[in-house]
């Protein structure tokens, strides 16, 4: 039966599949991985939910679609992160990609302590009772479907249950610890 996958806690272990003469080799530095990892450019997405506290939501770079059927997507969220309660508990949520000019709304989503639906953010009550955001390029409406425990992280699975289009101007980027837009070539 589907409905009993919807928030299905799973943990994994996963064993490397490296030749047992890599094993000899240390882990990457934690500031030097994070610098590698920094060279990624990343479209940035808000995550947004309602809780018992009212509408909730985080600002996420890890977004990214998982399969086409069924329709999935995922995003990654950390084990310390003051969100993850809501998230572990929400059984919808709602995906807000975000365009070039949103690079404020973004920062404020990813600020600890921020009452991120305060003025001035612009937002409305969805399907599901989900807040979206007002003018994001594209609105996802999710109901969980699993979670697998990585490392420190969540992977959170969303069944896209609808899709709003907004603008479809370009959308906002992450790099090297900024926002970022992308450049067109000169004609």
Known sequence: ?????IGRQVSVTLSPLMP???HD??????GIFRQALA???????IVTLRGPAGP??????SFSSASLAPPLVSFYIGHGSSNWP?????EHFAVNLMGHEQHRLAARFARKGEDRFGHPTQWHTGAAGLPLLADATTHLICAMHSMVTIGDHELVVGRVLAAELGSAEQPLLHHQGQFARLQPEPG
């Open 20 to 22: 047992a003469a890599s």
């Open 39 to 45: 060279r990624h450019a990343s479209g940035v997405a």
């Open 1 to 5: 039966m589907e409905s009993a996958a």
């Open 56 to 61: 909730g939501g985080l600002t996420v770079t």
């Open 86 to 90: 809501a998230v572990r508990a929400a």
């Open 25 to 30: 080799l240390a882990a990457v530095d934690a």
